[in-house]
């Protein structure tokens, strides 16, 4: 039997990390034009809407952009922005300052928020981030308690993981809402390959 599902999933992050950029990546390879972006600069950012099919669930997902709208110095939005959130698209950038102090602000304005926040998936897009900076990366996660299920490495340059790691996010966000036998709410994801949570981290609650 297919089911009809409405999700949301919202970009989230300190400016100037490049969300608004992946966004536009993932809005051509969605094929989105841009008469179909829904655009509430004065609110709630940008944002479209696209189907997709996953295992037996038809589903409308919104994605959301900030548009900038955080750097009015509530995070831009609060609760209108992150009531409907499936899913948060958490990202940091290796070049820019402190990207990755921020986002447990996010998160707990995500958590706070939303109204399905026990479901809520959360997936940490990692921009430019080299081989040799992730221990670093992973321990600051664990040192502050920075929860997320899955991981993937995104290019600004070129928009490479941005298609997957959106495919990844709404076959997560399907599998904790309709029980979809997909796999990707449980597990950490770097790339296109899926490994094992880091242990300690809050990966995979």
């Not at 655009?39 to 919104?62: I, L, P, Y």
Request: proline letters at 3%; glycine letters at 8%; hydrophobic letters at 40%.
């Amino acid at each position: 039997m297919i089911m009809e599902r409405q999700y949301t999933l919202l970009f989230a992050g300190k400016h100037g990390v490049g969300k608004t950029k992946l966004f536009s990546y993932l809005k051509r390879q969605l094929l989105i034009t841009d008469e179909e972006v829904l655009n509430s600069v004065s609110s709630n950012g940008h944002r479209f809407v696209t189907t997709v099919e996953s295992h037996d669930v038809v589903a409308k997902v919104s994605v959301q952009d900030t548009a900038g709208m955080e750097l009015s110095g509530t995070l831009g939005m609060t609760r209108s922005y992150f009531k409907d959130s499936h899913g948060i698209i958490l990202v940091a950038n290796s070049n820019v300052v402190s990207s990755l102090h921020v986002l447990s602000d996010w998160v707990t304005a995500a958590q706070n928020y939303s109204d399905h926040g026990h479901r809520l998936v959360i997936s940490l897009w990692l921009v430019d981030y080299e081989p040799t900076e992730m221990s670093v990366v992973q321990d600051f996660l664990r040192e502050w308690h920075i929860p997320y299920n899955l991981m993937v490495h995104v290019s600004i340059a070129n928009g490479n993981g941005v298609m997957e790691g959106f495919t990844m996010m709404v076959d997560a966000v399907i599998a904790r809402n309709d029980g979809s036998p997909s796999s990707s709410s449980s597990l950490c994801v770097s790339g296109n390959t899926p490994v094992q949570p880091v242990k300690g981290s809050p990966c995979c609650s």
